[in-house]
């Protein structure tokens, strides 16, 4: 069994034999994350969910331009900063800081955000 297929078998014990899995301490509020990587691929994934679901708003309510990308642009780091930092309360400094979390998957959600925004749009609003 390789180190990925156990890391996604891996349960977290709580409260005296309670399993809790990644996806419901994603939810849960001011989570114990023990390894690192585990709270980065949540906000990674976070962050792929916000570009599919903004991307198709966009799409269908006929967004163009600069201002579609720069309401995207702060709505996707705003929602992940006040997720990182009221919600979960986690160290940042622990994860590289502000900007590192801040950042962490960006570039790709961006990309996911702008092919469904375009498919969308042109689907719907393009003769």
């Known amino acids: 069994m390789t180190s990925s297929s156990k890391r996604k078998e891996e349960v977290h014990v709580v409260n005296g034999g309670l399993k809790q899995s ?4 994603a939810i849960s509020c001011k ?9 980065l691929d949540v906000v990674y994934w976070f962050r792929q ?14 967004l163009k331009g600069f201002l579609g990308i720069a309401i ?8 992940l900063y006040l997720y990182f930092s009221s919600f979960q ?12 979390l801040t950042k962490e998957g960006f570039m790709t959600s961006f990309a996911l955000f702008l092919v469904v925004w375009i498919i969308f749009y042109t689907a719907l609003h393009y003769d």
């Not at 990644?22 to 301490?25: A, N, R, Y």
């Not at 995207?72 to 705003?78: D, E, K, L, Q, T």
């Not at 309360?89 to 590192?100: A, H, L, N, P, S």
């Open 89 to 100: 309360q986690v160290d940042e400094e622990e994860y590289g800081g502000t900007w590192e």
């Open 49 to 62: 969910i916000i570009a599919v679901v903004l991307g198709v708003i966009w799409g269908v309510a006929p």
């Open 72 to 79: 995207f642009c702060v709505i996707n780091a705003g929602v």
């Open 31 to 39: 989570a114990v994350w023990d390894e690192k990587d585990e709270f």
């Open 22 to 25: 990644t996806w419901s301490k």
